[in-house]
Structure formats: structure tokens, C-alpha cells
């Protein structure tokens, strides 16, 4: 059995972009591991496509990367990973973050793209050609290239997912028994941590107001987020904000029909689960790049932006003092794309 190493280092929505690749390579008879961070660990532990994971820390490099006991922290898992003699290491991260990991890793093949960032490229034995084909910005599909340089090939993206932990099985259905079974129902994730990936405030109440009597609302996100799901009045609906960690918004996601949101990780997770329709609602952010896609059915999901001259900027700050990308797209736009699945 090849044993392939995965590097995806960043947030949650990152490591699910892989998950594609790990079941691609787990089907064909590889054994697949992993290094993760914190906010990635959660889909790839007891992930039926993995073997085994190695946690690297990042929240600890935050403001500390000096300190000692960092680079002690680090070194120690870095042993560990070495100790794997490795068929394959794959770089989906492609960054600073997993700079240091790639290059210092044992692996016979060690692929990245050629047009990776941060020196990431540092390592690696084979540069994929950037000019991938068929053509395409996507990040799942850029990572499933990967395939191509060890001879595989996929028909479909299919997500391999952890087990539903039975406990929020049983919290949920409590819930939802409460909701109006004539009626569809749609998780609103209007919250992001970076402001302006949030679809403006003024839109959402307009949003809700229009919907409010045909869906059962059910608004979740973080605890930073129960502000602003105040300012757009999510909380006279079903509010989960601050009450759903990854795992349980996980089975929340699965008993809805459509899940509305601006926040690519909210996205990502509705899309690993396949059942619901998203409505992605791309501000700053790349619709191609990051809205979710599927080979069967080209109208499950919708990747709304509003084609402005600035967008996408992928900036964490807006220059432009009235951010006009969080205006769009316009409600109109939304409640099209709602009556397209009717």
C-alpha cells in the first residue's frame, strides 16, 4: 500500500477542499494521512478516508512565533511526521503555512503547484503545470489535479465525511421537530470574520422579511457573529448562534433544504454534505474559486456576486469607503435563484 501525505494547514474550509483528493487516492488503494491545523482537524479526524492525522498548531505561531517553546512544539511533530517514509506528499496548502512542513517532510514524490506562494514550493521533487486542464479556477478541482501526476483519474466530487456524533443526532431532532414540516427549511449563516465578506445588513432584513412567512429560518454562526444576526433580526426566529461547533452544524446542515450564506466556510461544509442547495453570496471573494459546483446538476448551487469592476479583490481590507461589493448581489437576485428551486 502507497502511503500519501496530505499538508492543508489553514482553516476548515481549506482542509474540506481536499477531501475530494483523499477519497480519489483512499478508493484507489492508498492510505492517506494528514497534517492539519486546529480549525481542520474536526473533518479529518475519524474521517473514513484517513489513517492517520498529525496536528500542527497554528493558533500557537500567532504573536509567538519567537518563543521557544514554539519551535519545540513544532520540531516534536515535525519527528513525528518524519518517521514516515512516504510514497507521495502533496502540498494543498500552498503558502507560508505549510512551508516549513513540506520542505522538511519524507516523501519519494513531493508535489505543489508551480505558481504556489510564500517560497511554499521550497521542497518539492515535481511543480505541476499552474496551467491545469481542463481549465479551471476552482480549488477542489485545482486540488483533484493533483491525481493526473500519479495516473488516477475521478468522475464526481465526493466529500468523505466523519459520522455524525449521535448526541447532536439527538439534540436536533428535538429541533426540528418544532418547525413546520410544509415548509422548506433554510439556515441563514449570515456572519463572516471578516466584514467585508458579509452581504450587507440592510439586504439581509430586507432578505428575511420576504421569506419569512414561506421557509423555517434557522440562523447559526459563532458567538462573534450573534451581534450582527441581532442587527438583521435573526433572533426572533430559531437562532443557533454560539450553540453549533463544527460537528453539530454538521447535522444541521444535513436536515436542511437550502443554506444561505456569504461565508465560504459555512458554503463548504453545506456543499461536503451534498444534500442542500446553497445560495453562496460572494462579496470580496472569487465565486470561482470558492463556489461549490456539481457535475450532475448545475442548478443546485448558486454563486451570486455583483460583477462590479472591483470584484473579486480577496483583500481583507476595502479601500473603497461604502464597500459596494456587500451590496450585491441584490435581494431580487436572491429570491430568483430561492423560486428556481420551487
Not at 466529500?159 to 413546520?180: A, G, N, Q, S, V
Not at 430586507?206 to 457573529?225: C, Q, V
Request: hydrophobic share 40%; proline share 4%.
Amino acid at each position: 500500500m502507497q502511503k500519501v501525505l496530505i499538508i492543508s494547514l489553514g482553516n476548515i474550509a481549506n482542509t474540506i477542499y481536499t477531501l475530494p483528493l483523499a477519497g480519489v487516492l483512499k478508493g484507489n488503494g492508498y492510505r492517506v494521512d494528514y497534517v492539519v491545523s486546529e480549525k481542520g482537524f474536526s473533518v479529518i479526524n475519524k474521517n473514513p478516508a484517513v489513517s492517520r492525522v498529525f496536528l500542527m498548531s497554528m493558533e500557537r505561531w500567532t504573536g509567538k512565533w519567537t518563543n521557544t517553546d514554539t519551535w519545540e512544539a513544532f520540531f516534536k511533530q515535525i519527528d513525528r511526521v518524519k518517521m514516515v517514509d512516504y510514497d507521495v506528499v502533496i502540498d494543498c496548502q500552498r503558502d507560508i503555512r505549510s512551508l516549513l512542513t513540506f520542505a522538511m517532510c519524507s516523501g519519494k514524490r513531493k508535489l505543489t503547484y508551480s505558481d504556489a506562494k510564500s517560497f511554499s514550493g521550497i521542497g518539492a521533487s515535481e511543480l505541476v503545470d499552474s496551467k491545469y486542464h481542463p481549465p479551471t479556477q476552482n480549488i477542489v478541482e485545482r486540488n483533484l489535479n493533483f491525481l493526473k501526476s500519479l495516473k488516477l483519474d475521478f468522475n464526481d466530487i465526493i466529500f468523505p465525511m466523519p459520522d455524525i456524533d449521535y448526541t447532536y443526532t439527538l439534540r436536533h431532532d428535538k429541533t426540528f421537530e418544532l418547525l413546520d414540516k410544509d415548509k422548506k427549511t433554510v439556515i441563514i449563516a449570515a456572519g463572516a470574520r471578516n466584514e467585508n465578506k458579509r452581504w450587507s445588513a440592510v439586504n439581509w432584513k430586507t432578505l428575511i422579511d420576504r421569506i419569512k412567512n414561506k421557509y423555517n429560518l434557522i440562523f447559526t454562526g459563532s458567538i462573534m457573529d450573534k451581534p450582527f444576526i441581532k442587527e438583521i433580526g435573526g433572533e426572533a426566529y430559531l437562532n443557533l448562534a454560539g450553540e453549533t461547533r463544527v460537528e453539530s452544524f454538521i447535522d444541521v446542515v444535513r436536515r436542511a433544504d437550502i443554506v444561505i450564506t456569504g461565508d465560504t466556510e459555512a458554503a463548504a461544509i453545506a456543499w461536503a454534505m451534498k444534500k442542500p442547495h446553497i445560495i453562496t453570496l460572494f462579496t470580496c471573494t472569487d465565486p470561482e474559486k470558492y463556489g461549490p459546483i456539481d457535475y450532475n446538476d448545475k442548478e443546485k448551487y448558486k454563486s451570486l456576486y455583483g460583477k462590479i469592476s472591483c470584484q473579486p479583490c480577496e483583500n481583507g481590507v476595502c479601500m473603497d469607503v461604502e464597500a459596494k461589493c456587500r451590496k450585491f448581489p441584490t435581494v431580487d437576485d436572491v429570491e430568483r435563484a430561492l423560486k428556481s428551486w420551487e
